[in-house]
């Protein structure tokens, strides 16, 4: 019963936009699987599945990226859009200003990119300093935050 409750829930993500556990238990008592709110926490730990930007502020459950990756430019953007302040350049240097206490979410998000001219990244609470390595690189990376956040 656990597996055909999971393969249902892996279903339902694949075909449909879920926000919300609710959503997602009535859309199992559609398909004739009763389950309880602790039962879909259980399930949604076990299956790896996370909250990914679906569009227009939304978000909609998916797998991890233990199952199918979700591709971490889309993290990055929902992190920046959602808590970068400030973006600003000086050198080889890009300095983030972010909302208390996001910095290193928007750190880490950078870290796992594959930024080529990037050499690293050092966050505090609400400021991430980011090495690049030369100053036209800062400058380029610099743009496309702002882009982003657009």
């Known amino acids: 019963m656990k597996n055909d409750r999971q393969k249902t829930i892996l279903s339902i993500i694949a075909e449909e936009t879920v926000e919300t556990q609710e959503q997602l238990l009535s859309l199992l008592l559609e398909r004739g699987i009763v389950a309880t709110q602790a039962t879909i926490s259980r399930d949604i730990k076990q299956l790896h599945l996370v909250k990914a930007p679906a569009g227009q502020g939304k978000y909609r459950y998916a797998v991890s990226d233990h199952g199918s990756k979700i591709h971490v430019a889309d993290k990055l953007q929902t992190i920046f859009r959602e808590s970068i302040v400030n973006v600003d350049y000086a050198q080889n240097l ?46 380029e990376l610099a743009t496309s935050i702002r882009t982003m956040l657009h």
């Not at 996001?102 to 750190?107: D, R, Y």
């Not at 930024?115 to 980011?130: E, N, P, R, S």
Request: no cysteine.
């Open 94 to 139: 890009v300095v983030i200003h972010t909302m208390s206490g996001l910095a290193n979410g928007a750190a880490a998000a950078l870290d796992g990119m594959e930024i080529d001219q990037l050499i690293g990244t050092l966050a505090g609470d609400d400021t991430v300093l980011i090495i690049m390595r030369d100053n036209e690189s800062a400058a």
